[in-house]
């Protein structure tokens, strides 16, 4: 495809993340009215009901202007992070989110990595040994991976690994880099268990599809090493169905954290969503799920990107996701 | 859309790929017979169970199994056994409300999209594309955090996140069974169009709806059972699988059994309908393809 049909899909999807965000914001923002009790109430928390404090919070949230111009006045605020205070501890939102956010994003990377290594490449052991123990194994192995939550494989690996046979640490963070990989590693596995069992399978079936085909077979027949088969034909292929579900991935990862984060007792953004929705400090909660909803828009928009760069097959348009 | 498990399953089975044939064998039977088991302790509940599920015995606080208590005692001197028995109906009745209404409305919209193409098909998938990807249990937290923790309110907003992703897989059903002799058929001798969709197309793309259903139950399991654990479904008191394993977690070291076995119960229900379901797919789908 030409660099200028590259440009006008980037810009045409642009366009529809401008728009999707719009729509997120406006709903976040809404999240204030659809909560029962007075608005006043609500974001004063435990705070004294006096007369100035209620008129403090009516300048901040413009609560004397209609609605449409409070909605249009807190997103101009969003859109320079700033998202008010919290109820419960009456520190800026932001500061709250960044305080929290290496953590999280640590954790993240730490399992996307691991899905990928180890989805992939179990993925592709199990193809190659179609029908043998080794796949059957692989293959129950992925049902049971699905079938488990982020949060009972946390509790699970806390027991094995921390308790029972003390290989990890079961609470804290960690100081430097390799001290909290190692203190980080029993949440990012608990987290991986879906997405690798996930991308596993899709690997496994993606690499049986194309294993059958012509070029393959034409390929081993020209006598190319079965290395070079390997890697030149059947995975660039068989990954393009990867990045088709990165969506789900990504979606499956932020689920995950939020479950990993509570089962271990790390403070990161997910335990903030919890404690936010707990204490209904809407503030927070807004904040936390606009991050997530930039993420998550951003990285399908990504997705889309490289799933056309990698695969000249697909033609503008003809994807939407 | 649900959990995840869901997507994979469903999606995946769309694809090509080798399977394997697995008809009536000793897995199948096996996780019926988990499923049955849980229906039924999720029907009588407290009565199957030893001990009053609810009642605290502040002399037998987190006590290690025994003969009186299987699986221990909890913080509160509460039986376990009885527990994991009478947690069965919060597992069970949710998902399956939310399976049965997600089946409903997925099938009609999917036959309408499928069927009739043009304008509609695409304005429901541009719906059912922009639901997609979205993390149920996310929305579950901010919905319980704006209007207030409730199951049954947990239950109506995972129906509306599970309605595209049936949707979805009937929609693409739907579209193979358009183009057969039977449908223009049936158009030829004049046949309203939704008795077409209804007695016509439907029959044939009732195996994967079936199947998928199964799919959908387990997933919503598994959302539901997350929620609870985070605290944001049901009241603190009730019984139920995943805040057991919340409240519990701090008995790790004392009795271990007391996590274990809800969660031992939430993976053996989730993986027996995912089995179920897709052993379902492919039992209805060969038999179907006769036809």
Not at chain 1, 91 to 120: H, K, Q
Not at chain 1, 150 to 156: E, L, S, T
Request: a positive charge.
């Amino acid at each position: 495809m030409s660099s200028r049909g590259l440009l006008f899909f980037v810009l045409r999807r642009l366009a529809v993340l401008a728009f999707l965000l719009v729509v997120i914001s406006f709903v976040t923002f809404s999240l204030l009215y659809i909560s029962p009790g007075s608005l006043i109430d609500i974001l004063l928390g435990a705070r004294p009901h006096t007369a100035a404090t209620v008129r403090a919070l009516t300048r901040e949230y413009h609560l004397n202007k209609p609605f449409l111009v409070q909605y249009w006045l807190w997103a101009r605020q969003a859109v320079q992070l700033h998202f008010g205070t919290s109820i419960q501890t009456s520190l800026a939102v932001t500061s709250e989110i960044t305080a929290r956010l290496p953590l999280s994003m640590y954790l993240g990377i730490y399992s996307f990595v691991l899905t990928m290594v180890l989805g992939i490449g179990l993925g592709v052991a199990s193809a190659l040994r179609r029908g043998s123990v080794v796949d059957r194994v692989l293959v129950g192995g992925a049902m049971l991976g699905l079938s488990t939550p982020a949060f009972v494989a946390g509790v699970a690996l806390l027991y094995v690994f921390a308790i029972r046979i003390r290989w990890f640490p079961a609470y804290g963070v960690g100081s430097g880099f390799f001290d909290e990989l190692w203190h980080l590693t029993l949440p990012a596995v608990a987290l991986a268990v879906t997405t690798v069992a996930y991308v596993s399978r899709h690997t496994r079936a993606a690499m049986i599809g194309t294993l059958d085909q012509d070029y393959v077979v034409f390929a081993r027949a020209r006598g190319l090493s079965s290395r070079r088969v390997l890697y030149m034909y059947l995975l660039r292929n068989a990954l393009i169905p990867v990045i088709t579900i990165s969506g789900v991935i990504l979606s499956s990862l932020i689920v995950g954290v939020v479950l990993v984060e509570v089962a271990f007792s790390l403070p990161g953004l997910g335990s903030l969503l919890v404690t936010a929705a707990t204490a209904k400090d809407l503030p927070v909660l807004q904040g936390v799920v606009l991050l997530f909803a930039v993420v998550i828009v951003v990285a399908n928009l990504l997705a889309d990107v490289v799933y056309m760069v990698v695969d000249p097959r697909i033609r503008v348009g003809e994807r939407s996701t | 859309m649900t959990a995840n498990t869901v997507l994979v399953l469903g999606e995946e089975r769309q694809e090509a790929g080798v399977r394997r044939r697995r008809a009536g064998s000793p897995i199948i039977w096996l996780s019926l017979l988990v499923v049955a088991g849980v229906l039924v302790m999720a029907v009588l509940g407290a009565i199957l169970a030893p001990h009053n599920p609810s009642a605290q015995h502040l002399a037998l606080i987190d006590v290690t199994p025994s003969g009186a208590h299987w699986l221990g005692t909890d913080a509160l001197g509460r039986d376990v056994f009885s527990r994991v028995i009478a947690g069965a109906r919060t597992a069970f009745f949710g998902p399956l409300v939310i399976a049965a209404a997600s089946f409903v409305l997925g099938n009609l919209l999917g036959l309408f999209a499928g069927y009739r193409g043009g304008l509609a098909d695409a304005i429901i998938m541009r719906w059912v594309d922009f639901m997609w990807a979205l993390p149920a249990l996310v929305i579950l937290i901010v919905v319980a955090g704006a209007v207030g923790s409730s199951y049954w309110l947990a239950v109506v907003v995972l129906i509306v996140l599970t309605v595209p992703f049936d949707t979805r897989v009937i929609r693409g059903a739907t579209l193979e069974q358009v183009p057969r002799p039977y449908v223009e058929a049936a158009k030829t001798l004049g046949v309203p169009r939704w008795k077409i969709m209804l007695f016509h197309v439907w029959p044939n793309v009732s195996p994967v709806a079936v199947a998928n259903t199964c799919l959908v139950f387990a997933g919503s399991l598994v959302t539901l059972a997350g929620l609870e654990f985070l605290g944001l479904g049901l009241p603190p008191a009730s019984p139920d699988w995943g805040l057991m394993l919340s409240q519990n977690e701090a008995l790790l070291f004392t009795n271990p059994l007391a996590t274990i076995a809800p969660a031992v119960m939430i993976v053996l229900t989730a993986i027996a309908m995912n089995l179920i379901g897709d052993w379902l797919y492919e039992q209805l789908t060969s038999r179907g393809a006769g036809r």
